[in-house]
Structures are given as structure tokens and as C-alpha cells.
């Protein structure tokens, strides 16, 4: 700016405004500076309420299903229709169950997914060449997975189509897969998970027969054993001879009941395959949810990391994830699935395959030198735009906007000591501008350590109050971070260096301190290499250019309040409305996660810190306006907010208001409750059985644990697992999660389950062959879904086993001694229903005695003393089995649980 505009500025903000009476407004303040009151506050919280609905309402657009009542024709099969994707989904959720091992899974749902797609090739353009295989497989790996297991399967199936131009059109074997899973969780319909999307891919196949050909191939997977925990997509991508021409995969996937399917894995690398998402008709998703995913922090997977993994290939991985409550529930059925989301999800679905094949990266992978060297950074706003570009033109860009944001903060600042007409010394800048930083940490550090220790109080009154009700957790944790921050700002302002600096420059400091935070945050996640960097930029680039056009180039906009009000808002126009856009996604898969994350994590303190971080963060420009806010107003709005935690805190304890969990026509909100009835027998070291009893296993899946259904339980006798006597607690899990459900309840009955048979355990040989290494081996009598327990002594250690062709891949320990976790599935075959297993272990022993602990119980004082080696613990699931005892307690069940039962036969041995 010139000298004169300097000057012009100086003379302005020295002059006071004055009223028609003649009088100083009472408004404003000795710099000239307007002051904001109630009514500019209300009116920015109607603009957040409309940014929360509107973002909500624009975001979840769906398109009409096609075709409808008003327009389409059915018969027309070169367009996809949601009205025959339903039709099959009606006819495959009708085989139940759809667990491997099933008729309803392996040999129905496998028959009609041969047949539709015999159906599709007669009718298909006489360009398009269609091939269709049958895979039954076997085979084992290891996964770093919940607690790590070992992964073994055998007669697997999957459906395979491939449709491709005719020899003489083809230009190369390059094949794109499409991948989804059409076996179910236990006890569900699975419509959503996964059968909407195979649906959708089935429907996707019948357009892409009709047309003309494809320049390559596209390879459909229907997949039969996903949820046994990645077992087809294991089997496809290591066996099948079709799987050695495939260049890149989408993986289709489900967590919740349709809604938007969003973009949330890629890669690794290869950030052409974003590019080509990024035309689908409705993109959806952003980098940093795939950094969230990729930490963990979601107890979940997909086949996207076989096909990574032991395929080496890249793809994208896209899910629904809208009212994630009906997850692996009784709810997930076809009526739960929106209007509108099968129409989507195949208009994307058949935009990106034709986007990925056509590409020039798909024709040349070997020669693409950025696909194996640089990732995507993505994010989409609104639904309405669809952002992408390379990692490394990420790293350029945030270097240039972090040294603009420099020289922007410098400038500004500098303008702003100029103008204020007061004289500052450079001890008394420097001692502003650190007042600024800590006011803006502190306004971010405060509210998240104060609301989680109110989340922390209020968990032990109304636990997860906000389950059925989200809206209630603004109000919980939301408003008191409001509360706070306008408290830290109150108080930094109470000091005697800022309440004697003009507000107008007091505002500066603290809006460019922000701006200097989130600059430091940009750095540190661009150093870290984070496509999540995009965040802080977002927050950094987007207020500052805004802000310097509108001070700089508009004088009186501090003395307009009005013209002041609308320069900040839009300054934080795009950070405001895509950090309340991501916060709101966000909630919608974590919410109804804490329904099932187990019992180590307090659900109320996680989303405490979430909410009570994110509004912090939206409100880190805004806290600027509080240093231009009279006293008054200030100090009533921070004590409003306060009340009103206050009065839910209130109204969620003593109302039933605060009662998590919902059923229709309520809404849905289950409490999650696994049970499980078994058998259970234990033997010493000479093969005799020392105990045998039988039980109801109790399993809540979530922080609040059994507590709301105690009166409905007989809990006599009710007894906590022995996890340090017994092996895995000396209880059938299924998945390993041991640490993740450890408060749940054994009750011991009377009455035994009703089995076919039990899992007998036989030692049928032991050959030495060294002095230290014996090679044990055993038969097990299995079922469909099994599991092996293996723990050698603590003088022991396990070299090597037949079970899987990988090294064993080890579990927690166990009072000091390493355990192995083998989950076992076997699919369906004609005539089975147990299958012999034969397995081996190498143990390599130390010489000597272990203490007692290691020795046979049944073995006195006086006798010989013989060594344990080994614990194997078999356990036998009969997924679709119930029992009279199950049936009982089934029926006095409320609503608002939403139960998986099973029956368990468990044999735990000592050698």
C-alpha cells in the first residue's frame, strides 16, 4: 500500500465515529473499531445451523432410480437400472443363512450367480466375448489383523465373469477387477454387506455386454468368503490363472445401508486411478478418511489388502457407509437400502471402469514412472467438486502457501502496528504476538482436555446418551467447547497488555496467529508426507488472500460493522463449510461404531475429543471475534453455552432421554449382544478329563457392557472369565478379540447344547528329530467354522507347523508364553459335516523341569513329574445350530438388541 493510503488509513482509524447526537457510538471503541453484539452472534449461528443442513442436504443427494414410474423402459438393457439390481437382491437374500459352509451361501447364492451370468452372455452384443469360471479353492496365510491370527480355508468358492473384446478387437490381456463378497456375517441378510454391491455389479455386467467392446478386459469377482475374513479374495489373487493379467481392481464394499458409496482406500501409489474416479458422475471421499482407515482406528478390513498385498496390485476401495447401525445386524435388509443408492453406486461403478481402462496409465502401467513413485491427495466438497492432484504437486503447493502465509502475516501485521496510532515498542509487538499463539493454542488445548473429563463424568451417569440420538452430542460436548473458547479469549483479554492494545489491532493478532498455527500444522504434515495435509491448507489458504483484499483494499470495513462481519465470513467461507462438512461425515461412521468398538474404549470421551477438537479447530478464526465483542455480550454467551451442557448433562441423567439405544419405529440404534452356548472339556497331561461343564457366554460388543439388560438375565452363579488359568480365557472366540471384549460374563447351565459332535483332539504321533526338536502331530474332528488354540510352554518354542505355508504368525501372550490363534473355514461339500484335520508342530524344548504351574495337575509330590510341551485348545462353531436355553433367553430380549447366537463345543488339552 502507498505512504498516502497508509496515511488515509492512520486518519481514519484516529477519528472517532460519531453518532447523530453528536456522541461517541456506543458500539465502537477508541481505534474506530465497530463491536460485535448479540445480534451479530445470532446471526452467525444461523449461518452455521444453515451450513449443517445445507452441507447434509447437497451432500447426500441420490439420483432418481432409473427406470421409474415417468420415464424408462426396463427392457432397454444398455442402461443401468436400479429396478433389476433390486430384483436380484430380493432373490438372493432370500438364501439364508449366507455363512461359508452353507447351502444358502455356497451352493444357492454360487447357482444363481452361475446362471445370471450364462443369462448375460446369451443375450450379449456378439463383439463381446464373456467367460465364466467356477472357483473352488483352498489355502491359509497369516494376518496382522485385531490381534494377529493364522488364516486357513478349503472349498472356497468364487464366481468369476470376464468380458472382454473378441480375440481379433483385443489389444493386450490387461484386466481391471471388480471385486464384491456375497457371503453374509452371522445371523444377517447381508443386503447391504455385501449384496447391494453385487448386485450393482451384476447389473454393471449386463450394460457392458450391450455395448461395444471394451479395448480390454474387466473381470468380475463374486466372492464367497469375505467375511471368514478375506479368504476368497486370498484364494482368487494367489490361484486363479485369470489373476496373473490383472492391472488394477475396484473393491466394493458395505458399512451401513447404502446412502453415498464413498472413496476411502487407493493405491498404494498410483494416483491415475484417483483421476479417473474423479469423473464418476457423484464422487465422494477425501485422503484424510483414508489415512483414518489406514491407522486402524476403524476395527474393520476389506479384500482391498489381499489384493495389495499378496497381489501387488493397485485399486480403489469404496464403500457405503450411511446409517452404519444396521452393520452386520438383522436390520441389514433390502428395505433398509435408499432409494437411489444402487442407481448411484452403478452409474460411478461403470463411469470408472470405463475411466480406469481407457486411461493411459492402464494401457502402459510398466512405463508409468509417477505410478509406483507418488500417491493421490483427494478430497470432495459438498458432493459438488472433486479435488485431486499428486502428492508431490501437494508438497509444491503447500511450500508456496506456507511461504505466502508468511509474507501475508508480515505484511498484515505490520500494516496493522502502523495504522493502530498507537506506539509500540518491539518488546511490546513481540509480547502481542506470543499472547496471540497462546491464545489460540490454549483456546484449542483447553476445551478438549475440559470437555473430555466432563465425557469422562458423564459416562459413569448416561453412558453413550448420544448413540440414538447424535444431535445430542453438539449439546454435550459441542457447546461447552464453544463455552470454553470464548472463556480463554475472555481471559487473555483481562491482561494488561491486551486490554491496553486497540481492538481492531488486538483482532489482527489473534486472526494471524491462527493463521501462523495452522501454517506450523501444514509444515509438520507435508514433512510427515500426510495427503492429509490438504486440511491445514485448506484452513491456511483459503482465509488469507480474502482477508488482505478486504483490510487492505477497504479502509472503512473495520468502522462498517457490517462490511467487517461479511469480510471474516468469507475469509473462512471454505474452511467453515468444509470442516463442518468432514465433521458431520465423520460422526456418521463413528457413532454407530462405538456401538460395537468393544469394552476397552470409552465411546463418551472418544467423541469428546472429536467433536470437542473439530469445533475448536471451525472455531480458531472465529475466536478473533471475540476480542471485537463487548464484555457483556462475550461473558453472557460462554455462560448460554455452559448452561446449556449444564441443562443435557441434566436432562440426559435423569430423563430417558439419555437411554442410548432404539428399535423401529424409533429409529435404529441396536445394542449389539453376541451369545453363545457351549460345551466345554479340559484334560491333563496323561489325556484324562479333569472337568467338563457348560455355558451361556454373554459377549456386549460395546463400552456399557451388560448392565441395561440385568434384569433380564439370570446372572446367577454369573462368573468372569479365568483368562490367566485358561487359555484364551478358556473360551470360543471365533475372531481374535481377546483384548478387545474383555468385560463380558460366563454363566454356567445345566443343560448341554445339542451337537453332532464335538471337536476330539488325538495325538497320532511324536518323532524326534534332534534332541531338543520334536515333531507332534494331530487329528482334529472340524466343522464349516473352527478354531485351533496353540500355546507352547514356556520352555518351548514353536519352529514350524503344516497349518499354513507362511511363518505362524503370533497372538498375545499368555502369562509369559506366545500363543497362536488359527481360524480355520471349510466350505460347503456334498454329504460333510465335519471334516478330519491333520496338522503338525514343531516345538524346539529346553532341557530341564518347568515349575509347577507348567506340570500336570493330577501329578502328587511323590511321583514323576512330567513336563508340559504344549496347550492346544480345538473349538468347533455350529453357526446356524440354536439350543432351548438360547431360544428362551432370545425371547425376553427387548427390541433394542440387536443379538447374533451360536452354538460352541471347546476341547482344551495339555501334552
Not at 467447547?481 to 491486551?498: C, E, K, P, Q
Request: some cysteine; overall charge neutral; proline content about 5%.
Amino acid at each position: 500500500m502507498s505512504g498516502e493510503g497508509v496515511r488515509r488509513r492512520v486518519a481514519q482509524k484516529n477519528r472517532a465515529p460519531i453518532g447523530s447526537n453528536g456522541q461517541q457510538d456506543d458500539h465502537s471503541t477508541d481505534d474506530g473499531s465497530a463491536k460485535l453484539g448479540w445480534a451479530q452472534w445470532i446471526f452467525l449461528s444461523i449461518y452455521f445451523t444453515g451450513v449443517v443442513y445445507g452441507s447434509q442436504f447437497i451432500g447426500g443427494h441420490l439420483p432418481k432410480p432409473w427406470p421409474s414410474s415417468d420415464h424408462g423402459d426396463i427392457r432397454d438393457l444398455s442402461r443401468f437400472s436400479e429396478d433389476r439390481a433390486t430384483q436380484h437382491l430380493l432373490t438372493l437374500t432370500s438364501f439364508r443363512p449366507r455363512t461359508v459352509g452353507t447351502d444358502g451361501n455356497d451352493k444357492f447364492s454360487v447357482k444363481y450367480f452361475l446362471k445370471e451370468a450364462e443369462a448375460i452372455r446369451k443375450k450379449a452384443s456378439p463383439v463381446n466375448l464373456i467367460e465364466i469360471d467356477h472357483q473352488v479353492v483352498s489355502g491359509s496365510f497369516r494376518l496382522a489383523f485385531l490381534n494377529g491370527f493364522n488364516n486357513v480355508y478349503q472349498n472356497i468358492h468364487n464366481v468369476l465373469v470376464r468380458i472382454g473384446p473378441l480375440h481379433e478387437y483385443s489389444e493386450s490381456n490387461r484386466t481391471l477387477l471388480v471385486n464384491c463378497h456375497f457371503d453374509a456375517a452371522i445371523g444377517v441378510d447381508g443386503a447391504s454387506d455385501d449384496l447391494s454391491q453385487c448386485v450393482t455389479m451384476l447389473e454393471a455386467l449386463t450394460v457392458l455386454a450391450q455395448r461395444a467392446p471394451l479395448k480390454h478386459r474387466v473381470l468380475f469377482l463374486f466372492n464367497g468368503a469375505e467375511e471368514s475374513i478375506l479368504q476368497a479374495s486370498h484364494g482368487f489373487v494367489t490361484q486363479h490363472p485369470w489373476a496373473q493379467d490383472v492391472t488394477a481392481f475396484i473393491n466394493l464394499e458395505a458399512a451401513g445401508s447404502g446412502g453415498r458409496d464413498v472413496l476411502f482406500q487407493t493405491g498404494p501409489k498410483h494416483p491415475w486411478l484417483v483421476r479417473a474416479y474423479a469423473l464418476v458422475p457423484f464422487p465422494c471421499g477425501n485422503s484424510f478418511g483414508e489415512e483414518i482407515f489406514q491407522s486402524g482406528i476403524i476395527p474393520s478390513d476389506t479384500d482391498f489388502r489381499i489384493f495389495r498385498d499378496h497381489g501387488s496390485i493397485p485399486g480403489v476401495d469404496i464403500a457405503y457407509v450411511e446409517n452404519g447401525y444396521v452393520y452386520h445386524t438383522h436390520y441389514d435388509r433390502v428395505e433398509q437400502i435408499t432409494p437411489g443408492t444402487l442407481q448411484r453406486s452403478g452409474e460411478n461403478l461403470i463411469s470408472l471402469i470405463y475411466g480406469i481402462v481407457t486411461s493411459p496409465e492402464f494401457q502402459d502401467l510398466e512405463n508409468c514412472v509417477e505410478c509406483a513413485t507418488d500417491s493421490a491427495v483427494y478430497f470432495d466438497f459438498l458432493g459438488i467438486a472433486f479435488i485431486t492432484y499428486s502428492h508431490r504437486s501437494g508438497v509444491i503447493v503447500n511450500c508456496i502457501f506456507v511461504l505466502a502465509a508468511i509474507a501475508t502475516i508480515f505484511a498484515e501485521l505490520r500494516l496493522e502496528f502502523i495504522t493502530s496510532g498507537v506506539y509500540t515498542s518491539s518488546l511490546r509487538k513481540a509480547k502481542l504476538l506470543g499472547l496471540g499463539i497462546a491464545a489460540a493454542v490454549t483456546a484449542v488445548i483447553v476445551p478438549v482436555v475440559s470437555v473430555a473429563c466432563l465425557a469422562y463424568l458423564v459416562s459413569f451417569v448416561a453412558p453413550m446418551s448420544w448413540y440414538a440420538s447424535p444431535h445430542l452430542a453438539f449439546f454435550l460436548y459441542g457447546c461447552p467447547t464453544v463455552g470454553m473458547v470464548f472463556a480463554v479469549h475472555r481471559y487473555f483479554l483481562s491482561g494488561r497488555v491486551m486490554a491496553s492494545t486497540p481492538i481492531g489491532l488486538r483482532e489482527s493478532i489473534i486472526y494471524h496467529s491462527v493463521g501462523f498455527l495452522w501454517m506450523i500444522v501444514l509444515i509438520i504434515t507435508t514433512s510427515y508426507g500426510l495427503n492429509s495435509a490438504f486440511v491445514p491448507l485448506l484452513f491456511l489458504a483459503g482465509p488469507l488472500p480474502i482477508r488482505v483484499m478486504w483490510l487492505n483494499f477497504q479502509p472503512l470495513t473495520r468502522r462498517d460493522l457490517t462490511a467487517f462481519l461479511t469480510a471474516h465470513m468469507t475469509s473462512v467461507s471454505i474452511p467453515t463449510i468444509f470442516g463442518l462438512y468432514t465433521l458431520l461425515s465423520m460422526l456418521r461412521v463413528f457413532i454407530p461404531i462405538f456401538g460395537r468398538s468393544g469394552s476397552e474404549l470409552n465411546p463418551d470421551v472418544a467423541l469428546a475429543v472429536l467433536v470437542s477438537f473439530s469445533i475448536a479447530c471451525l472455531m480458531s478464526y472465529y475466536g478473533s471475534l471475540v476480542h471485537v465483542t463487548d464484555l457483556k455480550s462475550s461473558s453472557q454467551i460462554a455462560k448460554l453455552f455452559a448452561g446449556i451442557a449444564f441443562g443435557t448433562v441434566l436432562l440426559i441423567s435423569l430423563t430417558p432421554i439419555g437411554f442410548p439405544y432404539s428399535s423401529p419405529p424409533n429409529g435404529i440404534a441396536p445394542k449389539r449382544l453376541a451369545l453363545q452356548h457351549f460345551h466345554r472339556e479340559d484334560y491333563d497331561l496323561a489325556g484324562k478329563q479333569v472337568s467338563e461343564d457348560n455355558g451361556l457366554w454373554i459377549v456386549p460388543l460395546d463400552f456399557i457392557g451388560i448392565k441395561p439388560l440385568s434384569g433380564i438375565f439370570n446372572l446367577t452363579g454369573a462368573l468372569s472369565a479365568d483368562c490367566v488359568g485358561k487359555l484364551y480365557c478358556g473360551l470360543p472366540f471365533i475372531y481374535p478379540i481377546i483384548k478387545l471384549f474383555r468385560h463380558h460374563l460366563v454363566v454356567p447351565v445345566r443343560e448341554e447344547p445339542r451337537l453332532p459332535h464335538h471337536p476330539l483332539l488325538v495325538n497320532t504321533g511324536k518323532e524326534s528329530i534332534t534332541e531338543r526338536l520334536t515333531k507332534w502331530t494331530f487329528s482334529a474332528e472340524l466343522v464349516d467354522h473352527s478354531n485351533i488354540y496353540i500355546s507352547p510352554a514356556a520352555h518351548c518354542r514353536l519352529t514350524g507347523w503344516n497349518l499354513t505355508a507362511a511363518e505362524p504368525m503370533n497372538g498375545p501372550e499368555w502369562n509369559g508364553r506366545p500363543t497362536y490363534f488359527v481360524f480355520l473355514v471349510a466350505g460347503y461339500e456334498a454329504g460333510k459335516t465335519k471334516f478330519d484335520k491333520v496338522f503338525s508342530i514343531e516345538l524346539e524344548c529346553r532341557s530341564g523341569l518347568l515349575n509347577s504351574s507348567d506340570a500336570s495337575s493330577s501329578s502328587s509330590s511323590s511321583s514323576p513329574v512330567t513336563v508340559e510341551s504344549v496347550r492346544i485348545t480345538v473349538v468347533n462353531h455350529f453357526l446356524a445350530m440354536t439350543s432351548p436355553l438360547l431360544d428362551r433367553v432370545l425371547t425376553q430380549l427387548p427390541s433394542w438388541v440387536a443379538e447374533i447366537h451360536w452354538l460352541n463345543s471347546l476341547q482344551s488339552y495339555v501334552f
